[in-house]
């Protein structure tokens, strides 16, 4: 038998992130920050489903947020770090 390689996501750890929401996502929610707990290894999609999840009202919006973790925008596949901040931002129009 091996050891399990430490630097391999382990679901029984928790991290815990901050969700910051604006526009009319914050608008839906009534609140602009949330601080949740995700397992070790959680990434962006993770995320984004439990949200949906717990926060039916979100569906309507996710189609189009954009989403920014820790500042700079990332994919649904990025993993998730313990104390990261992640910002549900809206779509950005210009001309």
Known sequence: ??????REANPSRRITITVRF?????????VSELTLSLPEGATVADLIARLLADYP????YAR???VAVNRAYTGV???LHDGDEVACLPP????
Not at 1 to 6: E, R
Not at 57 to 60: F, G, N, S, T
Not at 92 to 95: A, D, H, I, R
Request: proline residues 7%; aromatic residues 6%.
């Open 22 to 30: 604006f526009a009319a996502p914050r608008e839906a929610l009534g």
């Open 77 to 79: 596949q990025a993993r």
């Open 1 to 6: 038998m091996g050891s399990a390689d430490p």
């Open 57 to 60: 009202v979100l569906k309507a």
């Open 92 to 95: 950005v129009g210009g001309g």
């Open 64 to 66: 189009f947020m954009n």
